[in-house]
Protein backbone atom coordinates (compact mmCIF):
# COMPACT_ATOMS: atom_id res chain seq x y z
CA UNK A 1 0.00 0.00 0.00
CA UNK A 2 1.13 3.32 -0.59
CA UNK A 3 2.02 5.67 2.44
CA UNK A 4 0.21 8.67 2.78
CA UNK A 5 0.55 12.35 5.01
CA UNK A 6 -1.17 13.27 7.89
CA UNK A 7 -3.99 14.72 5.68
CA UNK A 8 -4.55 11.21 4.78
CA UNK A 9 -3.32 11.97 0.84
CA UNK A 10 -1.06 9.80 -1.27
CA UNK A 11 1.48 10.58 -3.84
CA UNK A 12 3.47 9.18 -6.10
CA UNK A 13 6.73 9.97 -7.75
CA UNK A 14 7.31 10.77 -11.31
CA UNK A 15 10.77 11.66 -12.23
CA UNK A 16 11.72 14.33 -9.62
CA UNK A 17 7.70 15.61 -9.38
CA UNK A 18 5.19 14.25 -6.39
CA UNK A 19 1.66 14.00 -8.34
CA UNK A 20 -1.35 12.86 -6.01
CA UNK A 21 -2.05 9.22 -6.00
CA UNK A 22 -5.60 8.69 -5.67
CA UNK A 23 -7.05 5.55 -4.50
CA UNK A 24 -7.96 4.25 -8.05
CA UNK A 25 -5.05 5.02 -9.16
CA UNK A 26 -3.54 2.59 -6.42
CA UNK A 27 -5.84 0.09 -7.15
CA UNK A 28 -4.65 -0.19 -10.44
CA UNK A 29 -1.28 -0.24 -9.43
CA UNK A 30 -2.35 -3.22 -7.08
CA UNK A 31 -3.80 -5.46 -9.55
CA UNK A 32 -1.17 -4.59 -12.07
CA UNK A 33 1.72 -6.27 -8.92
CA UNK A 34 -0.81 -9.00 -8.11
CA UNK A 35 -1.47 -7.90 -5.06
CA UNK A 36 -5.18 -7.79 -5.90
CA UNK A 37 -7.31 -10.49 -6.21
CA UNK A 38 -10.45 -9.47 -8.25
CA UNK A 39 -12.10 -13.02 -7.97
CA UNK A 40 -12.64 -12.80 -4.13
CA UNK A 41 -14.46 -9.33 -4.46
CA UNK A 42 -18.22 -9.09 -4.02
CA UNK A 43 -20.31 -9.54 -6.82
CA UNK A 44 -23.88 -8.01 -7.42
CA UNK A 45 -25.28 -10.98 -7.48
CA UNK A 46 -26.92 -13.14 -3.95
CA UNK A 47 -26.91 -17.16 -3.70
CA UNK A 48 -30.57 -17.24 -4.94
CA UNK A 49 -29.12 -16.00 -8.14
CA UNK A 50 -26.83 -18.42 -9.04
CA UNK A 51 -27.63 -21.79 -11.29
CA UNK A 52 -29.21 -24.73 -9.39
CA UNK A 53 -27.78 -26.54 -12.54
CA UNK A 54 -24.34 -25.40 -12.00
CA UNK A 55 -24.87 -26.00 -8.42
CA UNK A 56 -25.25 -29.60 -9.23
CA UNK A 57 -22.25 -29.95 -11.39
CA UNK A 58 -20.40 -28.57 -8.66
CA UNK A 59 -21.39 -31.24 -6.85
CA UNK A 60 -20.84 -33.78 -9.37
CA UNK A 61 -17.42 -32.39 -9.65
CA UNK A 62 -16.65 -32.54 -5.79
CA UNK A 63 -17.82 -36.15 -6.01
CA UNK A 64 -15.39 -36.92 -8.81
CA UNK A 65 -12.85 -35.60 -6.86
CA UNK A 66 -13.67 -37.41 -3.54
CA UNK A 67 -15.36 -34.81 -1.55
CA UNK A 68 -18.22 -35.76 -1.36
CA UNK A 69 -18.83 -34.36 2.41
CA UNK A 70 -18.89 -30.87 0.75
CA UNK A 71 -21.09 -32.15 -2.25
CA UNK A 72 -23.94 -33.06 0.54
CA UNK A 73 -23.60 -29.51 2.04
CA UNK A 74 -26.98 -27.16 1.57
CA UNK A 75 -26.05 -23.97 -1.13
CA UNK A 76 -24.70 -21.28 1.31
CA UNK A 77 -22.52 -23.97 2.98
CA UNK A 78 -21.12 -25.39 -0.04
CA UNK A 79 -20.05 -21.85 -1.01
CA UNK A 80 -18.93 -20.74 2.77
CA UNK A 81 -16.55 -23.88 2.67
CA UNK A 82 -15.09 -23.10 -0.48
CA UNK A 83 -14.72 -19.25 0.44
CA UNK A 84 -17.32 -18.10 -2.38
CA UNK A 85 -19.04 -15.71 -0.16
CA UNK A 86 -17.73 -11.95 0.31
CA UNK A 87 -18.31 -10.27 3.40
CA UNK A 88 -21.37 -8.38 2.46
CA UNK A 89 -22.97 -11.71 2.19
CA UNK A 90 -22.91 -11.63 -1.73
CA UNK A 91 -21.54 -14.10 -3.70
CA UNK A 92 -17.57 -13.52 -5.32
CA UNK A 93 -16.60 -12.75 -8.40
CA UNK A 94 -15.21 -16.70 -8.43
CA UNK A 95 -18.65 -17.73 -7.54
CA UNK A 96 -20.31 -15.86 -10.33
CA UNK A 97 -17.72 -17.65 -12.67
CA UNK A 98 -18.08 -21.19 -11.60
CA UNK A 99 -22.38 -20.89 -12.10
CA UNK A 100 -22.46 -19.09 -15.00
CA UNK A 101 -25.81 -19.08 -15.46
CA UNK A 102 -27.25 -16.47 -12.88
CA UNK A 103 -30.31 -15.42 -12.69
CA UNK A 104 -32.36 -18.77 -12.28
CA UNK A 105 -33.79 -18.55 -8.90
CA UNK A 106 -34.73 -21.79 -7.31
CA UNK A 107 -34.94 -24.50 -9.82
CA UNK A 108 -34.86 -26.98 -7.13
CA UNK A 109 -31.38 -25.63 -5.12
CA UNK A 110 -30.70 -26.70 -1.78
CA UNK A 111 -31.36 -23.81 0.24
Known sequence: MPHSDAAGLATRRLGKQCL??????????????????????????????LSAVEFERLRRLLIAGG??????????????SLRLIAPNGSVTNAAVLSSPSPGRVGNGSRQ
Request: proline letters at 7%; a negative charge.
Open 20 to 49: PFPPHQQREVMIARGQVDWSADASSLSIGQ
Open 67 to 80: RDHLAELADKALLE
